[in-house]
């Protein structure tokens, strides 16, 4: 049986332990958090290598993909080197071709032209982002709101394109924790009328769970959320929130959805190393790749 481990920096509450079948495969994934500790999550990882056929990076990023640029997020770099033999990936190479697939097959059911949609940072997103700006959407992009802490949403992409190339060179090279819930910052359970004003304007919010999540306010009446990684409890929240649909990504297992991060270690097992981007779409075509959908106005 093939093993991948996701080693989060994210809460242990949200941890996994089981088995999957993934292609003709049996695989074990599991996630463990380290409660946002570094060292404690390079430790973990120098542990597994050698001893699991695949590592994911959970909670940070090893690199932003931005218009054919690659910047290199500097604390998930000396992680990721912990490993000398185990491949490590972040489910930068499988979100790249996983949500730009899923705006194409949301196509018909939400029918993106001029539709309001928030993506709640752009940057660690780039094929959802172009996926989205080449259907039509009327776009909102939170970057330097729920990133930097600048109550500025974008909507030009042609001014994203040039406060990514400017800010995430320096960005990456910053403590993740400033700029990303890790830990028990993940287990937020209150809300923030901060933002209120886009949630409101949206008809969809896309992105990072944890960054919706984060500047979430009590109601989310109506919304679609078009996500990654959810558990029973924030399918819960959505549902008291009034949100009338939750898309996840990845798909679910044991009522939760897979991280990214998770899905792609579990491809790189099964496959025995790195993939290539053709990799992942032949994967996704043998998987009868679809997005998951959770209607959150029926009861349950």
């Keep these: 049986m093939k093993h991948a481990v996701s080693v989060s920096l994210g809460s242990a509450k949200r941890d996994t332990d089981q088995v999957i079948e993934l292609l003709g495969q049996q695989v074990r994934i599991e996630r463990r958090g380290v409660g946002g500790d570094i060292a ?46 185990t491949p490590v990936v972040c489910g930068a190479g499988l979100k790249h071709t996983l ?8 196509e018909p059911s939400l029918g993106w032209r001029e539709r309001p949609v928030l993506v709640a940072s752009a940057v660690d997103r780039f094929g959802l982002t172009e996926a989205l700006v080449q259907h039509g959407a009327d ?17 030009s992409p042609r001014t ?32 923030s009328e901060r933002y209120r004003w886009i949630y409101d304007w949206a008809e969809v919010i896309a992105g990072d ?40 990504t990845t ?6 959805s897979l ?15 790195y993939l290539e981007a053709a990799d992942y779409e032949d994967s996704l075509d043998a998987m009868g790749y679809r997005p998951t959908e959770v209607p959150l106005d029926e009861v349950g």
């Design 40 to 85: 404690s999550a390079r430790a973990l990882i120098a542990a597994l290598d050698g001893q699991v056929d695949a590592i994911g990076l959970g909670g940070i990023d090893l690199f932003v993909q931005w218009a054919g640029a690659r910047y290199y997020v500097r604390e998930a770099r000396a992680l990721a080197q912990a490993a000398a033999r």
């Design 99 to 106: 949500e730009r697939r899923s705006v194409e097959l949301l």
């Design 139 to 155: 776009l909102r992009f939170g970057d330097l709101a729920f990133v930097l802490g600048l109550p500025v949403f974008l909507r």
């Design 160 to 191: 994203l394109d040039a406060v990514a190339r400017t800010v995430a060179p320096i960005v990456v090279q910053l403590p993740f924790s400033w700029i990303y819930a890790t830990g028990s910052k993940q287990d937020k359970t209150t809300t």
């Design 209 to 248: 769970w944890h960054l919706i999540r984060r500047y979430a306010p009590a109601r989310l009446d109506g919304l679609t959320v078009l996500t990654n990684t959810t558990t029973r409890d924030d399918v819960a929240f959505l549902r008291a929130a009034g949100a009338s649909r939750l898309v996840t």
């Design 251 to 256: 798909p679910r297992y044991t009522g939760r």
């Design 259 to 273: 991280a990214t991060n998770l899905l792609e270690a579990a491809l790189v097992a099964v496959h025995g190393g």
